[in-house]
C-alpha cells in the first residue's frame, strides 16, 4: 500500500512540474489569458504540495448526504493546518509570484523560456525535497545510506537555494516598480516587509528554530532586508543587479542566522558567506550599466 502511494506521489511530483511548465509557455503565446492561467497554475501548485502532505492519503469515510463538498474542504483545510503544514505552500507561491511577475519584464524569448524552465525545475525540485522532507525516514531506517544530521542538511539546503531565487524574483520586480513605474517606497517597504518575514518564517520553521526565539530573529532580518533594499534603492543600475545585491547581503545574514541555530557558527563560515557575497557584488557592480 506503501508503494503505490510512493509511486503516486512521485509521480505527483513530475506531472505537475511538466504541467506547469506548458502552461507558462502557452502564457508566453497568450499573454491575455494571464489571469485565468495564473489561477490554473496556483490551484496545480496547491493540489501538488497537499497531495505529498503525509495526511493527504489518510482516506476518511464521506457523509452520504449533500455535504460531500463541505466535508472534502474542511478535511483539507486540517491538513493544511496541521502541524503548521500551511508554511510549505509559501515557497512554490513565491517562487510563481516572484517567475510570473519577473516574465513581465523580459523581453528577449530566449530569456524568456529559460526562465519558465528554470522556475519549471526548481518547483519540481521544491516538490522532491517536500516528499524526501516527510517520507525519507522510512526509506533511511536501519541504513546508512545517509545519517539524519546530512538529510537535515540537504533538505534545509535546497529549501535556502530556492528560497533564495523565489526572493530574486520578487525583489527584482519590486525594484522594477520603483523605478519604472514611480511606485510609492512607502508601499514598496510594506511589500518588501511581508514578503521577507513570511519567507524567514518558512526557513526558521524549515531550520526547527523554536518559535519563541524565532520571531525576534525573524524581525530582526526583516528590518535589516528593509534598510538594505532601501539603500540599495538610491544606487544608479539595473534593477536586476540591485536584487542580486540584496540577495548576496541576504545570503550572508540568513547564512549566519542558520549555523547560529544550528551552534556550528564559526570564523571560517562567516568569512566563506562572506567572501562568497563579496565576489558577487563586486562582479555585479563592475558588468552593471550605470545610468
Not at 48 to 58: A, E, N, Q, T
Not at 211 to 238: A, C, M, Q, R
Not at 267 to 276: A, G, S
Request: no cysteine; aromatic share 22%; glycine share 2%.
Amino acid at each position: 500500500m506503501f508503494k503505490k502511494i510512493f509511486n503516486i506521489k512521485r509521480l505527483n511530483s513530475f506531472f505537475s512540474a511538466i504541467l506547469v511548465f506548458i502552461i507558462m509557455e502557452i502564457l508566453v503565446f497568450y499573454p491575455s489569458f494571464i489571469l485565468l492561467l495564473s489561477l490554473f497554475i496556483v490551484g496545480i501548485i496547491f493540489f501538488s504540495v497537499w497531495r505529498i502532505l503525509p495526511k493527504s492519503f489518510s482516506v476518511k469515510k464521506e457523509p452520504n448526504n449533500g455535504n460531500i463538498i463541505l466535508f472534502k474542504i474542511i478535511n483539507i483545510s486540517k491538513i493544511v493546518l496541521t502541524d503548521k503544514n500551511y508554511l510549505f505552500f509559501i515557497a512554490p507561491f513565491f517562487l510563481f509570484l516572484g517567475a510570473i511577475s519577473f516574465l513581465l519584464f523580459l523581453r528577449n524569448i530566449l530569456f524568456i523560456h529559460s526562465s519558465i524552465l528554470l522556475f519549471s525545475f526548481f518547483y519540481f525540485l521544491f516538490l522532491e525535497t517536500l516528499f524526501f522532507y516527510f517520507y525519507s525516514p522510512s526509506f533511511l531506517e536501519n541504513s546508512d545510506i545517509l545519517a539524519q544530521e546530512q538529510k537535515d542538511y540537504f533538505i534545509e539546503n535546497i529549501f535556502t537555494i530556492i528560497d533564495l531565487l523565489s526572493l530574486f524574483f520578487i525583489y527584482s520586480t519590486l525594484f522594477s516598480l520603483l523605478y519604472l513605474f514611480n511606485f510609492s517606497l512607502t508601499k514598496i517597504i510594506l511589500l518588501v516587509i511581508f514578503v521577507s518575514f513570511l519567507s524567514n518564517h518558512y526557513l526558521f520553521f524549515i531550520y526547527k528554530v523554536p518559535d519563541k526565539i524565532s520571531y525576534l530573529y525573524n524581525i530582526i532580518i526583516t528590518l535589516l532586508t528593509v534598510e538594505f533594499f532601501w539603500g540599495i534603492s538610491f544606487l544608479p543600475i539595473n534593477f536586476y543587479v540591485d536584487s542580486l545585491i540584496l540577495i548576496s547581503v541576504y545570503y550572508v545574514i540568513i547564512g549566519m542566522a542558520y549555523f547560529h541555530f544550528k551552534k556550528k557558527l564559526d570564523k571560517t563560515k562567516v568569512l566563506r558567506h562572506l567572501l562568497i557575497s563579496l565576489i558577487i557584488i563586486i562582479l555585479a557592480m563592475i558588468t552593471a550599466k550605470w545610468t
